[in-house]
């Protein structure tokens, strides 16, 4: 079964750094989504990538989607406080309209003042 | 590590009937469980939230009347499709979390088809 792996799993960074978070697959990714988790709340739909070398972007967390190497890329510039939380990678395993998503173990991240 | 259940994987049944789905936290305690829909090639919706002992959350757009949710116990949370129609086919999927961290754990979600 495809696996999802994020790294790094906990990261530090001072206020207005940039960091990068990455999502690996170990099978090929047909469509691959980004989530925020705050603590005691739900999941965040932050972006999908679907196609290879796609790029997205919103406010100042950019996404890519590496098709060759199955992977994907969280970006956030000039980093915030209230970019402080758990992001998680969710992919889905086949290419069938319904096939469920399945994720990643999430990266914690934490911003200082 | 904590794991999470559900029950039925997949489940048919016709239009007007109730469905119930179970999520059940094997291994510790949750005392939040969230419920998510997935919309095929979108992404999940959350639903609402459930703490144990409480009313949910439901999130804007989601009828509650029709999507009940009980959190009875910190072991398990369900939720019932009253009057399902074909449109609420979907994977249904769960997560839990315990009091003690903030990490959720998935259900493996559970295939609804309405006929």
């Known amino acids: 079964s495809q696996e999802l792996e994020q790294s790094p799993q906990s990261l530090i960074v001072q206020e207005g750094k940039n960091l990068t978070i990455n999502c690996t697959s170990s099978?090929?990714?047909?469509?691959l989504y980004w989530y925020k988790q705050k603590y005691g709340e739900g999941l965040i739909f932050l972006m999908m990538l679907q196609k290879g070398g796609e790029e997205k972007s919103h406010e100042k967390i950019t996404a890519k989607l590496d098709e060759k190497k199955q992977q994907s890329s969280l970006h956030i510039t000039a980093s915030q406080p209230s970019h402080a939380g758990i992001y998680l990678c969710?992919?889905?395993?086949?290419?069938?309209?319904?096939?469920?998503?399945?994720f990643g173990k999430g990266t914690r991240l934490h911003i200082l003042p | 590590g904590a794991v999470v259940s559900q029950h039925p994987s997949w489940v048919i049944c016709k239009s007007g009937t109730s469905v119930k789905i179970e999520c059940r936290s094997l291994d510790f305690q949750a005392t939040t469980m969230f419920w998510y829909r997935q919309f095929p090639k979108q992404s999940l919706m959350l639903m609402a939230t459930?703490?144990?002992?409480?009313?949910?959350?439901?999130e804007q757009g989601v009828e509650k009347d029709k999507f009940l949710i009980n959190h009875a116990s910190l072991t398990l949370s369900t939720l019932t499709v009253t009057s399902a129609h074909p449109e609420d086919s979907s994977f249904y999927i769960c997560?839990?979390?315990?009091?003690?961290?903030?990490?959720?754990?998935f259900g493996p979600g559970t295939r609804l088809t309405v006929l």
């Open positions: 969710g992919a889905e395993q086949g290419m069938n309209r319904d096939d469920k998503i399945i």
């Open positions: 459930s703490n144990e002992g409480s009313k949910a959350t439901y």
């Open positions: 997560s839990a979390a315990s009091g003690s961290t903030d990490t959720q754990y």
């Open positions: 099978k090929t990714l047909y469509g």
